[in-house]
């Protein structure tokens, strides 16, 4: 009888470790981030997130300039992040980046990211949305800041499609703002005919129908976000403005100019 429950127990932990789940091998990363190369003297520190359900036998740097071959950098773990440095490289340099990380499962790789030397990122927080008429056709950009802002690969989104985006050679000035008209009304015999081409949203922008107007920055963080989808009143009788207190109101119409204070709420 003793034989049978040792034979028994011995089947039982050979089942057991025949139907043992795999550890789940790969690596996430976030919150990749880089310093700042303002010349040819700036080394350039990468930071990022990484972890896993097994143990990360191996993370390295791999790196590229200006498409020669990938150079590897062996980042160590600082802190709650892994770190590398990617050596000081001539001006104008464009540099590609990304992190890999090994188990004894998988080869894991993050998203590329891309830093040119001597060219600053540029913060397009600023940028608001600030007035939608759709009766006379346009959308006004704010630059809320006090810095002009370079507006190349800002675009804007109607109702979730690309309807504009910014090309080089646009410029928001500190505290100005930027007037977008509809394809609809700057075709021939518009009444915006001859409007700068490259301030025309594609399509038009209705005064009766409930909309979403989305600003994202080149990367396609959201920078603003107009949402009448989800309100029932949603037919303005001139535009949609934001008030001296951030609130969405119903107001008067201001192409380019400072917006006149409603007294009807829209959203806040």
């Not at 990749?32 to 997130?49: H, L, P, Q, R, W």
């Not at 000081?88 to 590609?96: C, K, L, R």
Request: net charge negative.
């Amino acid at each position: 009888m003793k034989q049978l429950i040792i034979a028994s127990v011995a089947v039982l932990m050979a089942l057991t470790a025949c139907v043992k789940d795999d550890v789940y091998p790969y690596t996430s990363f976030s919150g990749m981030e880089n310093t700042i190369a303002y010349n040819e003297n700036d080394d350039v520190t990468v930071t990022v997130k990484a972890s896993a359900l097994t143990k990360i036998n191996e993370i390295n740097l791999i790196y590229s300039v200006d498409k020669a071959a990938p150079k590897t950098v062996a980042m160590t773990l600082d802190g709650k992040k892994y770190k590398g440095v990617i050596p000081a490289q001539a001006m104008d340099a464009v540099v590609e980046y990304y992190v890999e990380a090994k188990t004894d499962g998988a080869v894991s790789k993050s998203a590329v990211a891309t830093y040119t030397v001597g060219v600053i990122p540029i913060d397009f927080t600023p940028l608001k949305l600030n007035e939608l008429n759709g009766n006379e056709k346009f959308i006004e950009i704010v630059n809320t800041g006090s810095k002009d802002i370079d507006m190349r690969g800002v675009y804007l989104q109607k109702d979730g499609n690309t309807k504009w985006t910014a090309a080089e050679g646009i410029t928001l000035k500190a505290g100005k703002f930027l007037l977008l008209y509809s394809s609809d009304v700057t075709a021939t015999g518009g009444a915006h005919e001859g409007y700068d081409a490259g301030l025309v949203f594609d399509g038009g922008l209705s005064a009766k129908k409930a909309v979403r107007v989305q600003l994202f920055d080149p990367r396609g963080n959201s920078l603003d976000d107009f949402n009448l989808t989800t309100l029932l009143k949603s037919q303005a009788p001139a535009s949609y403005g934001v008030n001296d207190n951030g609130a969405w109101y119903y107001q008067e119409a201001t192409p380019g100019a400072k917006n006149i204070n409603g007294t009807d709420v829209v959203f806040e």
